[in-house]
C-alpha cells in the first residue's frame, strides 16, 4: 500500500510539475500574441525577463546526542520569469525544484520517510497574477512560504538560518491560494492552502490558513501581525504572532512573539534575533534564542544558536551554525548541531 | 566512512561543475514587487513593463574605465530590471533599482528616470544610515532632479567619489549618504544606457513620432539602419567622409498614419557637439523634409541651437547646399531616412 501511495504522489508532482509548465507556455504564447507589431522589443520569448540558474549545495550536521554526522545534499534550479503584456507587467512566475539526498540523518525532516532517502523537494513554487489594476490584490497559485512572522519577509530557502517556522507551526511552505500585495504604507498576504506540505493535498482533513499584515518591509523599522490556524497530522494550532525588525547600521535586532494553542493546550513561542553585517555585505553574524512554552505548567524549551554566513561573490556561500538545547520539554534530551553549508548557485 | 567518502565525491563533483560555470545570478524568490515604489516615483502612471537585461563584466569595465574608481559591486552584477512606465498607454518614464557600497551596509536606490535620461526623482528603498532623514528632504532632492548622467559626474570632485560641494548642498552630516546617492545615481544613469540602449532608443523614437506626426497610427523600427544601401547612398553622398554622426548609433523609426500611408520617420544618432555627447532626433517627411530637430542633451549654447533649428523646413539633397556642419548632418538624416523609406 506504501509503494502505491509513494507512485501516487510522484505522479501527482509530475501533474503539477507538467501543469505549471503548461500554464507558462500558454501565458507564454499569450504575451507573444498580445505583443503589438510596432513595439518589436517586447517579451515574446521564454528567454525575455527569464532569471534561471542551478544551485547546489552540501551540508553535513553533526549531532552531539547521537554523536553522528549526517549529511545533505540538494540540486535543483531556481527560475524567475516576468510575463509581461503590450504595456504591462501580467505576473511572475517563481520554480525552485531540487532533488535532495540525506544520508544518516538521524533527525530528517518529516518529508523524508528515512534518515537515508532522496525526494524531489519544492521550494517556492508558484505563480504571482500582478496583472489587475490599481490597489487591486495579486492572486497566487502554487506552493509558497506561510503568510507568518519573520520568515514571511526573509529568505531562508536553502539556508543554515531559519526562523523556526516549523517548529512554531508545524509547516513553513505549502500548496494553495493567497491574495497580496505591496502596499505604500503596509502590505498583506492571506493564503489558504491544503495541509500537504510537499504534496498537493492530504487525506487527512489537513488545513492551513495565514494572513499576515506588515509595514513595508524595506523600511528600518518593519512591524508586523499575523494570524494562523490550521489542522496538520491531526493536531491544531491556532496562533496569534507579532514580529518586529529593526536595523542600526550594520546591526539587525528581530524578534517574533507568538501565542495560542496546540489541540486546545496554551503555546507561547518567543524567538529573537541580533545580527551583524560587514559593510559590504559579504559576511553576515547572527546569534538567534527560541523559546517555546506548551501548557502553563512550566513545561518549555530554550535553543540557543551561533551562526556565520560568508558570501564573496554571487556564486559561493559557506554557512556554519551551532545550535544547542539549553533546556528541553520534559521527557526529552538535550541535542547539540552543528552544521556546515557550501552552496554555489551556477 | 563509506557515508563520508560519498559525501565527499559528491562535494568534489559540485566543485568541478561549478568551477566549469561562467554566469551569475543572484536569489530570486527574494526579489520584490516594485508597484509600490513606480507608483511613489511616477503617481501619474497607469501601468509598468519589466525589461531583464545583463548586466556583466562588460558593463562592469565600461563602469571602471568611464568612472574611475568606480565600479559595480558584485550584487549590481547579473540580471537586473528596467521598468519601464506607461501613462494612458504612452511610455513616459523608468524606473532602475541599484544599490552602492556604504559604511552601513548597501544602500539601495530606487531611481525614475525621464525617457530622455534625467533624473525625475529618487527613493530610498534600503537605507540602514541615520542620516537618511537629512537627504530624504525635498531640498536635497530638487537639486537632483532634470539631471542627467554629466551633471552628475560634476556633482562629485575629480576623484569621481567625494561630494563636491560647490554643486551641491547638503547638511555636514548627510555628506558621506549624499556621496553615495550621487554615485549611485550616476552610475545608475550610465548603466541605464549601456544595457538598455536599444529599449530607450525606442522609446525616444515613439515618442518623437508621436510628437511630430500628428497623424501617426504606428511604428515601425528599422533593423540595421546602416545596411547596404544606406551606406551606398551616404558613400555617395559624403564621398565616403563622415559627418560626425557616429553611424553605430543609429535608430530610425517609419511612421505610418491609419490607412497605412508614410508619413515619414525619426532619426536618431550620437554627436559630439562642443565637446559634449548628444543624442540629436531629427524627424523626416516622407518627401524628406525636416520638420523638427531636438537635442535630448540639451544644446549647451544659444549659437548651436540657433545653427540647428534654421534647418527645419529644409530639403538637402547634395553637400553643395550645405555651409555648416549642422546643415552637414541634416542632410546625412535626410540621405539616410530617404535611402530607407525608398526601400
Redesign the interface.
Given at each position: 500500500m506504501e509503494a502505491i501511495k509513494y507512485s501516487e504522489d510522484i505522479q501527482i508532482k509530475k501533474l503539477t510539475l507538467l501543469g505549471l509548465c503548461l500554464l507558462c507556455s500558454l501565458t507564454c504564447w499569450n504575451t507573444a500574441s498580445w505583443a503589438n507589431?510596432?513595439?518589436?522589443?517586447s517579451?515574446n520569448r521564454f528567454s525575455?525577463?527569464?532569471?534561471?540558474?542551478?544551485d547546489?549545495s552540501?551540508r553535513?550536521v553533526y549531532f552531539s546526542r547521537q554523536n553522528q554526522?549526517g549529511?545533505m545534499?540538494a540540486?535543483g534550479f531556481?527560475?524567475?520569469k516576468?510575463f509581461?503584456?503590450q504595456?504591462?507587467?501580467i505576473g511572475?512566475l517563481?520554480l525552485?525544484g531540487y532533488l535532495t539526498?540525506i544520508?544518516?540523518f538521524v533527525t530528517a525532516p518529516a518529508i523524508f520517510d528515512d534518515p537515508d532517502d532522496t525526494e524531489f523537494v519544492y521550494?517556492?513554487f508558484n505563480f504571482n497574477y500582478?496583472g489587475l489594476?490599481g490597489n487591486w490584490p495579486?492572486l497566487r497559485i502554487g506552493h509558497f512560504e506561510v503568510a507568518y512572522g519573520l520568515e514571511h519577509a526573509i529568505?531562508t530557502?536553502g539556508t543554515l538560518r531559519q526562523y523556526q517556522q516549523g517548529a512554531n507551526l508545524g509547516i513553513k511552505a505549502d500548496w494553495g491560494v493567497s491574495l497580496n500585495?505591496?502596499?505604500?504604507s503596509f502590505e498583506y498576504e492571506i493564503g489558504a492552502t491544503s495541509g500537504g506540505n510537499q504534496e498537493l493535498d492530504s487525506d487527512d482533513g489537513s488545513f492551513v490558513y495565514s494572513a499576515r499584515i506588515g509595514t513595508?518591509?524595506?523600511e528600518?523599522t518593519v512591524l508586523g501581525l499575523a494570524v494562523y490556524k490550521s489542522e496538520l497530522n491531526n493536531l491544531k494550532r491556532e496562533r496569534l504572532g507579532v514580529d518586529v525588525r529593526y536595523?542600526?547600521?550594520?546591526h539587525g535586532f528581530f524578534a517574533e512573539v507568538s501565542t495560542g494553542e496546540n489541540n486546545e493546550t496554551d503555546v507561547l513561542n518567543l524567538f529573537g534575533e541580533w545580527n551583524y553585517?560587514n559593510?559590504?555585505?559579504s559576511l553576515l553574524y547572527y546569534t538567534q534564542l527560541s523559546y517555546l512554552s506548551i501548557d502553563v505548567t512550566g513545561n518549555s524549551a530554550l535553543k540557543g544558536i551561533v551562526g556565520v554566513k560568508y558570501a564573496?561573490?554571487?556564486?559561493w556561500s559557506l554557512s556554519t551554525q551551532y545550535a544547542r538545547d539549553i533546556n528541553v520539554f520534559v521527557g526529552k534530551k538535550h541535542q547539540g548541531l552543528f552544521n556546515l553549508q557550501?552552496r554555489?548557485?551556477? | 566512512m563509506y557515508l563520508f567518502k560519498k559525501s565527499i565525491v559528491a562535494t568534489t563533483v559540485m566543485v568541478i561543475f561549478s568551477l566549469l560555470s561562467a554566469h551569475s545570478f543572484a536569489a530570486f524568490c527574494s526579489l520584490r514587487d516594485p508597484v509600490e515604489t513606480i507608483k511613489a516615483l511616477h503617481p501619474e502612471s497607469t501601468s509598468f513593463k519589466s525589461i531583464v537585461k545583463v548586466i556583466d563584466e562588460n558593463v562592469r569595465n565600461q563602469v571602471q574605465t568611464l568612472l574611475p574608481p568606480n565600479t559595480l559591486h558584485f550584487s549590481e552584477l547579473g540580471k537586473h530590471t528596467l521598468y519601464v512606465v506607461y501613462t494612458k498607454d504612452r511610455p513616459t518614464g523608468y524606473v532602475h533599482v541599484r544599490s552602492e557600497e556604504s559604511e552601513w551596509g548597501l544602500v539601495e536606490i530606487a531611481w525614475s528616470m525621464t525617457l530622455d535620461l534625467e533624473v525625475k526623482d529618487f527613493k530610498l528603498q534600503r537605507c540602514r544610515s541615520r542620516a537618511r532623514k537629512l537627504v530624504d528632504t525635498e531640498d536635497f532632492k530638487v537639486q537632483l532632479r532634470g539631471r542627467t548622467y554629466h551633471d552628475f559626474v560634476q556633482m562629485l570632485n575629480r576623484d569621481g567619489y567625494t561630494l563636491n560641494t560647490d554643486k551641491v548642498d547638503v547638511d555636514p552630516k548627510a555628506k558621506s549618504l549624499a556621496e553615495v546617492i550621487i554615485r549611485c545615481g550616476m552610475k545608475t544613469l550610465l548603466v541605464t544606457e549601456l544595457a538598455w540602449s536599444q529599449d530607450v532608443q525606442k522609446n525616444t523614437l515613439y515618442r518623437g513620432a508621436e510628437l511630430n506626426f500628428k497623424a501617426m497610427d504606428a511604428v515601425t523600427l528599422v533593423d540595421q539602419p546602416m545596411d547596404g544601401a544606406v551606406s551606398k547612398a551616404l558613400n555617395s553622398a559624403f564621398s565616403g567622409a563622415s559627418t560626425g554622426i557616429d553611424r553605430s548609433t543609429v535608430a530610425v523609426a517609419k511612421v505610418y498614419d491609419k490607412q497605412q500611408q508614410l508619413l515619414g520617420a525619426i532619426y536618431q544618432g550620437r554627436l559630439d557637439i562642443d565637446g559634449r555627447p548628444s543624442i540629436i532626433e531629427w524627424a523626416i517627411t516622407a518627401k524628406g523634409e525636416i520638420i523638427n530637430i531636438n537635442n535630448s542633451k540639451g544644446w549647451g549654447n544659444h549659437s548651436t541651437q540657433k545653427a540647428f533649428e534654421k534647418t527645419i523646413g529644409q530639403n538637402y539633397s547634395s553637400t553643395n547646399q550645405c555651409n555648416d556642419r549642422a546643415e552637414l548632418v541634416a542632410l546625412e538624416a535626410i540621405v539616410t531616412t530617404r535611402s530607407l523609406l525608398e526601400n
Open positions: 507589431d510596432t513595439d518589436t522589443d517579451p525575455d525577463n527569464l532569471r534561471f540558474t542551478l547546489a552540501s553535513a554526522t549529511f545534499h540540486f531556481d527560475l524567475h516576468v509581461s503584456g504595456q504591462r507587467d511572475t517563481v525552485q539526498r544520508d544518516n521550494r517556492i500582478t489594476p495579486n529568505d530557502n500585495k505591496q502596499l505604500t513595508p518591509r524595506d528600518n536595523y542600526h547600521g550594520l553585517r559593510s559590504t555585505e564573496p561573490d554571487n556564486h557550501l554555489y548557485r551556477f | -
